[in-house]
């Protein structure tokens, strides 16, 4: 059975910084792509940032770019979100998810099979 835990969400005023952490079990984690989406009330499901199984690509939605780093520990089984210089905008529950796919990176909700339950980060003005 695939589990995707994430942790590490909270409050921080804006500017301020949080380190999302998600532990993936019952899959080959070396074999998938990860991503991080967030979701707010009302709102689709976006694309946050994604990165390939071997670490060495990753992509950005462009309002991230220059803030947030996603990167990978294969042997942990962990996909890791730092966010710095948040802002009230960023605000959202995000959700870890994994893409069974060593070609690539996709940005689409539909590409990724599995899902953590997410966690809430909230940032305050």
């Known amino acids: 059975q695939v589990q995707l835990v994430e942790s590490g969400g909270g409050s921080v005023q804006a500017g301020g910084s949080l380190r999302l952490s998600c532990a993936a079990s019952?899959?080959?984690?070396?074999?998938?792509?990860m991503a991080w989406f967030r979701q707010t009330p009302g709102k689709e499901r976006e694309f946050v940032a994604g990165?390939?199984?071997?670490?060495?690509?990753?992509t950005y939605r462009d309002s991230v770019k220059g803030r947030f780093t996603i990167s990978r520990d294969n042997a942990e089984r962990t996909v890791y979100l730092q966010m710095n210089d948040l802002k009230p905008d960023d605000t959202a529950v995000y959700y870890c998810?994994?893409?069974?796919?060593?070609?690539?990176?996709?940005?689409?909700?539909?590409?990724?099979?599995?899902w953590g339950r997410g966690t809430l980060v909230t940032v305050s003005s």
């Open positions: 990165i390939m199984w071997s670490g060495r690509k990753t």
């Open positions: 019952g899959l080959n984690f070396s074999r998938y792509a």
């Open positions: 998810s994994a893409d069974r796919n060593m070609n690539g990176i996709g940005n689409r909700a539909d590409d990724f099979g599995f």
